[in-house]
C-alpha cells in the first residue's frame, strides 16, 4: 500500500487548508483512514479517523476546526483543516488501515501556521 499526501503550505492563523491523500496498492473502500501529525519535539498524534462507512472520530484539539472526509471513488481521504493556530504547526501523516492490519504510512507533508 502507498499513500501520498498533499495540500500542506505556510498559512496565517485564522486560515485554512485542505489535505488530500490518495492511497494506491489496496482496495480503498476497506479502508479505515486517519491523519497523525507531529509537531516538532512532540509524539505523532492521531487527530482524524474515518472509517469504511464514513463515521468520524477527532482529538479534541482539532474537534469542531477539522473534517475529515472521503472519496472512494477517487481513492482519496481529505482534511479541511479551518481556523488555523500556530500550535496546529506540524508535519501531517495520512494513514490506513484493514484490520487486523497495523497503519500504514504515507509521507508527510508540512503544515505552518503563522501568528
Known amino acids: 500500500v502507498q499513500l501520498q499526501a498533499s495540500g500542506g503550505g505556510l498559512v496565517q492563523a485564522g486560515g485554512s487548508l485542505r489535505l488530500s491523500c490518495t492511497l494506491s496498492g489496496g482496495i480503498f473502500s476497506r479502508f479505515t483512514m486517519g491523519w497523525y501529525r507531529q509537531a516538532p519535539g512532540k509524539q505523532r498524534e492521531l487527530i482524524a479517523t474515518i472509517a469504511t462507512l464514513g463515521s468520524t472520530d477527532y482529538a479534541e484539539a482539532v474537534k469542531g476546526r477539522f473534517t475529515i472526509s472521503r472519496d472512494n471513488a477517487k481513492n482519496t481521504v481529505y482534511l479541511e483543516m479551518n481556523d488555523l493556530k500556530p500550535e496546529d504547526t506540524a508535519v501531517y501523516y495520512c494513514?490506513?488501515?484493514?484490520?487486523?492490519?497495523?497503519?500504514?504510512w504515507g509521507q508527510g507533508t508540512q503544515v505552518t501556521v503563522s501568528s
Open positions: 494513514s490506513g488501515r484493514v484490520l487486523p492490519h497495523d497503519w500504514s
